[in-house]
């Protein structure tokens, strides 16, 4: 079982998907799987996907048919083995130590789910988007501890999820094709019925 299995949805991102793979070929976190789900793309993203393929043996590609955010997801949730999930959105990047840290705070914590802030980024630079507050560092918390939890932007790319408990609780994505806001259905289901959210204010 690798420590955390990183799922990567595409569809048409050739701008910007070097970039993101790069990131995640370097992190310093070893064992870890990165599927790619490859949504029917129509650009240059499905070349670029067998470059880092052949480079990198801890690359999985799925190749499937235009279907949408949501299908993809959960096409990628269901091949995934770590013990941890990711998800690093294909026109992102990340930090090259990010899932070690994040990794032994989860494990030092027994977590659910890890949560971090993150940065918006752009040719002026980058501006750091504080998602996580001072008041939710220290011992991991719940819904029961902290109903403002509920109030956190529903971005789920700055959090690692333990796979057991997404399992346990059947939190997936809605597959519904051409919707919008997939995601934060994922978000609100997890960050509910988690007991444990560890919190630290580190962008990555």
Request: neutral net charge.
């Given at each position: 079982?690798?420590?955390?299995?990183?799922?990567?949805p595409?569809?048409?991102?050739?701008?910007?998907?070097?970039?993101?793979?790069?990131?995640?070929?370097?992190?310093?976190?070893?064992?870890?799987?990165?599927i790619?789900?490859?949504?029917?793309?129509?650009?240059?993203?499905?070349?670029?996907?067998?470059?880092?393929?052949?480079?990198?043996?801890?690359?999985?590609?799925?190749?499937?048919?235009?279907?949408?955010?949501?299908?993809?997801?959960?096409?990628?949730?269901?091949?995934?083995?770590?013990?941890?999930?990711?998800?690093v959105?294909?026109?992102?990047?990340?930090?090259?130590?990010?899932?070690?840290?994040?990794?032994?705070?989860?494990?030092?914590?027994?977590?659910?789910?890890?949560?971090?802030?993150?940065?918006?980024?752009?040719?002026?630079g980058?501006?750091?988007?504080?998602?996580?507050?001072?008041?939710?560092?220290?011992k991991?918390?719940?819904?029961?501890?902290?109903?403002?939890?509920?109030?956190?932007?529903?971005?789920?790319?700055?959090?690692?999820?333990?796979?057991?408990?997404?399992?346990?609780?059947?939190?997936?994505?809605?597959?519904?094709?051409?919707?919008?806001?997939?995601?934060?259905?994922?978000?609100?289901?997890?960050?509910?019925?988690?007991?444990?959210?560890?919190?630290?204010?580190?962008?990555?």
């Amino acid at each position: 079982m690798p420590k955390l299995s990183v799922l990567v949805p595409i569809y048409n991102v050739e701008k910007y998907l070097d970039e993101c793979l790069a990131s995640l070929a370097k992190q310093t976190l070893k064992d870890i799987e990165i599927i790619c789900i490859n949504d029917g793309s129509t650009d240059n993203s499905p070349k670029i996907l067998q470059k880092y393929a052949k480079k990198y043996s801890n690359f999985v590609v799925i190749n499937k048919q235009n279907s949408g955010y949501g299908d993809s997801m959960n096409k990628g949730l269901e091949k995934a083995t770590g013990e941890y999930i990711s998800i690093v959105e294909s026109d992102d990047f990340i930090e090259s130590d990010a899932f070690e840290k994040l990794y032994k705070l989860a494990h030092e914590t027994k977590a659910d789910i890890v949560k971090a802030n993150y940065f918006y980024h752009s040719k002026d630079g980058d501006v750091l988007h504080e998602v996580v507050k001072n008041q939710k560092l220290g011992k991991p918390l719940s819904l029961a501890d902290d109903a403002s939890i509920l109030l956190e932007e529903p971005g789920i790319w700055s959090a690692i999820y333990r796979r057991e408990f997404l399992q346990k609780n059947d939190i997936n994505f809605r597959a519904t094709p051409g919707a919008s806001y997939q995601d934060t259905g994922f978000h609100f289901k997890s960050f509910c019925v988690a007991k444990r959210i560890a919190y630290t204010d580190k962008a990555y």
